[in-house]
């Protein structure tokens, strides 16, 4: 007998009626099938993805029950060979890993996943050689704001990445050593970081590591509550950044581009968290002057009401081109004379300045391969857009551009001409 326990995998069982009406049909004509070949097992994975596998190949290493949540038992087979075959099985049908909020399709990367974690924007480590370094554990988010810069979100037809936490810290450590003094690490992803099952812990573990000052991260509070602030709050080098577009109920939730968007919930937790936490929080609106102008002055009085004020962060809406963009937005010079009129009239700082976000130059991290270079990489999977793939090349991952990815392209060996190399965030070309 062997007992399988997995912290981010949980597993639940069910029927696959489509088969079953496909089988059902068969034995009309005189076949019969069993119970088993109509169901499957759900595996999901960090919470926010999973696959599904016939349970006829789970039977397939030994008869098996579903003891919790997250064990499975398998009754006629050893320990050794039951993880060495239910692991082989994963792999498998984790080429199917999809996420659960839009079904859209999801790359698990994890240590032996041989995907490094420098190269993309989305996922991973972003380091732009200064003191502020980026990490993106998924993409994905649970609204649908009529602004976002990067289309993501419940509407989202892009693929999906979600990294192994243990992974993460790892490589995340490596680049501290390498830039050898103090740094902010931003959880700053394209999606709502708190839909990563881990966040709690990876959040609790870079706060031990010496030569990071401070961790901030951005959210849209919609997946927070008291308890979950009562455990972040022990990070005292932890910043929350929350985004709040408007507090009228209707518009908020026209912007936040979903119905089940609370505005009172998020009021109520930015006042909860601004008084347990030991550093400021930062509250960001995004103006978009056609859709929250006079909302902004509401959100201020807000603010100002808080019995620990909250920093003021006003943003000013940019249009870009893969993002969604309900208007032209304004000049920043149009944005700041706005600015200073509400400094005027509210006496509250509004214009934050890069000073207050203490960033400095540091060490260049090196660049395996430059712009216009030729290099054979191994392609790997999807990229986020279609017609995309990520192949890998000397501990970087690329984003190979007009090369739709196909699961027997797997590992294939391509001739990429480096079209971007900017940040070590690499593109390329198929030749
Ligand atoms: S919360 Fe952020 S990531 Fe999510 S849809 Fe809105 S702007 Fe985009």
């Known amino acids: ?30 076949l019969q099938f069993k119970e088993s070949q109509v169901k499957e097992l759900q595996v999901n994975l960090l919470r926010l993805f999973y696959t599904m596998i016939p349970f006829e190949e789970v039977e397939k290493i030994s008869p098996f029950k579903i003891i919790d949540a997250h064990t499975i038992e398998f009754i006629d ?10 692991s082989f099985l994963l792999a498998k049908y984790f080429a199917n890993l999809k996420n659960k909020l839009t079904d859209n ?41 009529v602004y976002c810069s990067i289309s993501e979100g419940l509407s989202s037809k892009k693929h999906d990445f979600v990294v192994e936490k243990d992974y993460l810290i790892e490589e995340l450590k490596k680049l501290i050593s390498f830039v050898d003094e103090k740094v902010e690490v931003h959880i700053g992803m394209q999606g709502e970081p708190f839909l990563y099952a881990d966040i709690e812990e990876l959040i609790a573990e870079i706060e031990t590591m ?4 401070s961790i901030s991260i951005d959210t849209n509070g919609t997946l927070l509550n008291k308890k979950i602030i009562d455990n972040l709050a022990k990070n005292k ?7 709040l577009d408007s507090l009228d109920k209707k518009k908020a939730r026209l912007i936040a581009g979903t119905k089940g968007y609370d505005v009172n919930q998020i009021k109520e937790i930015i006042s909860y968290a601004s008084e347990k936490f030991r550093r400021e929080i930062i509250v960001a609106p995004v103006f ?47 944005f700041y004379a706005w600015l200073e009129e509400l400094e005027k009239k509210y006496n509250i700082k509004l214009k934050l300045n890069k000073e207050f976000f203490n960033v400095r130059k540091t060490k ?51 001739k990429i001409k480096i079209i971007r190399d900017k940040h070590n965030i690499f593109a390329g070309k198929l030749l």
């Open 77 to 86: 087979i050893n320990q050794e060979k039951a993880e060495k075959k239910f």
């Open 210 to 213: 010496e030569n990071v000052h």
């Open 1 to 30: 007998m062997a007992k399988l326990s997995f912290k981010t995998l949980s597993f639940e069982e069910h029927k696959n009626s489509d088969k079953r009406r496909e089988l059902e049909r068969k034995t009309g004509k005189g």
């Open 105 to 145: 399709p999801a790359t698990y990367i994890h240590q032996n996943s041989e995907i490094p974690l420098i190269g993309n924007v989305s996922f991973g480590i972003v380091y732009r050689n200064s003191s502020i370094i980026e990490i993106k554990p998924i993409t994905s988010c649970n609204l649908d704001c």
């Open 288 to 334: 978009v002057e056609e859709l929250n102008k006079e909302d902004i002055e509401d959100i201020i009085i807000f603010v100002k009401s808080l019995k620990k004020q909250p920093i003021l962060g006003i943003q000013n809406f940019l249009r870009y081109k893969t993002g969604r963009n309900p208007s032209k937005g304004i000049s920043f010079e149009k």
């Open 237 to 243: 080098k932890l910043h929350i950044n929350f985004s």
């Open 364 to 414: 260049l991290l090196p660049k395996p391969f430059q712009e216009e270079e030729v290099i054979t990489a191994a392609l790997k999977c999807p990229d986020r857009f279609p017609n995309t793939s990520i192949a890998v090349a000397q501990e970087r991952n690329i984003s190979v551009l007009g090369c739709p990815f196909k699961s027997e392209k797997n590992e294939k060996k391509v």
